[in-house]
């Protein structure tokens, strides 16, 4: 099957009533809503300056993944569709039919013409920002189609390009708008740790489902020293926990540079849309440490905790007393006596 980039004509397929009855901006914030309704709620917070352009990164991000993660695509066509997103991007309006392993991504990349029509709309210095996150990622994407999470220095690779760059762009989307100027933002080391600290919480959290679907994502150093394969982790929960809780140990790792980082912004709004995810990641380890359930299934906050996130969080010193909080807790059962020390950095 050959699969090419699509230049915009007006289309002859079916559509569905919902894209073809919206404008190319509503169709972004309806598309943001399917593909992420999480993110749809957090990107809220933003100034109104910046919604459009950090809404249009994300889509943009969330296309080259649908294309990753399209395994009908033959891996050689997919390393040139992926390599070549970002100057695509930045040319003719294009679509990709028949993309994506859901109706909400088949959707969106049927209709990508409208996100290129809204990322062209955008300042330069947005767009510059954009296509090169995009174009970094898709490098890092074609590295790892073929090589394997093995060390915890292979994990930070991988989650740097999954979720670093994402930090990275952030950041430079952030300092684009005038509203932070902070040398330590221009500085991509701690906006890095930033994503690597969310990648790695989704990365644990999502065993269970990544394993029913063969990806493996948790690095090889943490677990076959203990067992032979993966999935022997859920017939031997004991050894399970060890590794779920190193891992964990690891992530926490990031936090005093997450913290510094959030002492950078002087944007209360830009502050908040950094803060939640934080406080939401820092909580989900604190229901994932020790627990179980995390080898068999997903595990989620509870939704009171989020709404008091999103509801009360307006500053650091309440974000750092949330983030101690959880460690804290943490704390409690671990031998290690790791977190105490992360404790001690804050």
């Known amino acids: 099957m050959k699969k090419e980039f699509s230049q915009y004509k007006p289309?002859?397929?079916?559509?569905?009533?919902?894209?073809?009855?919206?404008?190319?901006?509503?169709?972004?914030?309806?598309?943001?809503?399917?593909?992420?309704?999480?993110?749809?709620?957090?990107?809220?917070?933003?100034?109104?300056?910046?919604?459009?352009?950090?809404?249009?990164?994300?889509?943009?991000?969330?296309?080259?993944?649908?294309?990753?993660?399209?395994?009908?695509?033959?891996?050689?066509?997919?390393?040139?569709?992926?390599?070549?997103?970002?100057?695509?991007?930045?040319?003719?309006?294009?679509?990709?039919?028949?993309?994506?392993?859901?109706?909400?991504?088949?959707?969106?990349?049927?209709?990508?013409?409208?996100?290129?029509?809204?990322?062209?709309?955008?300042?330069?210095?947005?767009?510059?920002?954009?296509?090169?996150?995009?174009?970094?990622?898709?490098?890092?994407?074609?590295?790892?189609?073929?090589?394997?999470?093995?060390?915890?220095?292979?994990?930070?690779?991988?989650?740097?390009?999954?979720?670093?760059?994402?930090?990275?762009?952030?950041?430079?989307?952030?300092?684009?708008?005038g509203l932070e100027d902070s040398e330590q933002l221009k500085d991509n080391h701690l906006a890095n740790e930033m994503g690597l600290f969310l990648q790695k919480t989704n990365i644990i959290r999502d065993f269970a489902e990544d394993l029913e679907q063969e990806r493996v994502f948790w690095p090889s150093a943490a677990w076959n020293k203990r067992v032979e394969k993966l999935s022997d982790l859920q017939k031997n929960p004991e050894k399970g926990l060890e590794v779920l809780n190193e891992l964990i140990i690891n992530a926490l790792q990031h936090i005093p540079n997450c913290l510094k980082y959030l002492t950078e912004l002087k944007d209360v709004q830009i502050f908040r849309f950094c803060a939640i995810p934080q406080l939401m990641a820092i909580a989900t380890l604190g229901e994932l440490f020790s627990n179980e359930d995390v080898l068999y299934e997903n595990v989620k906050i509870r939704k009171g905790k989020t709404a008091k996130y999103f509801m009360s969080i307006k500053n650091f010193d309440q974000t750092k007393r949330e983030f101690i909080e959880v460690l804290k807790q943490i704390n409690k059962a671990d031998k290690t006596q790791s977190v105490t020390k992360i404790i001690e950095q804050l």
């Not at 993660?69 to 050689?76: F, G, L, V």
């Open 11 to 177: 289309s002859t397929e079916r559509l569905t009533d919902l894209s073809t009855s919206l404008d190319d901006r509503e169709f972004c914030y309806e598309a943001l809503k399917k593909v992420s309704r999480s993110f749809a709620v957090v990107i809220q917070q933003l100034p109104e300056q910046l919604q459009d352009p950090v809404c249009l990164f994300y889509l943009v991000l969330r296309g080259l993944d649908t294309v990753e993660d399209d395994m009908s695509i033959p891996q050689n066509i997919k390393e040139d569709l992926l390599i070549n997103f970002a100057d695509k991007l930045k040319g003719s309006p294009f679509t990709l039919s028949d993309t994506g392993d859901t109706e909400d991504y088949r959707d969106l990349m049927l209709h990508f013409d409208k996100v290129c029509n809204e990322f062209h709309k955008l300042d330069k210095a947005y767009q510059d920002v954009i296509a090169d996150i995009t174009y970094r990622m898709a490098v890092g994407m074609n590295k790892y189609a073929t090589q394997e999470v093995n060390s915890y220095t292979d994990w930070d690779d991988y989650c740097h390009y999954v979720a670093g760059l994402v930090g990275i762009g952030l950041s430079d989307l952030f300092i684009a708008s």
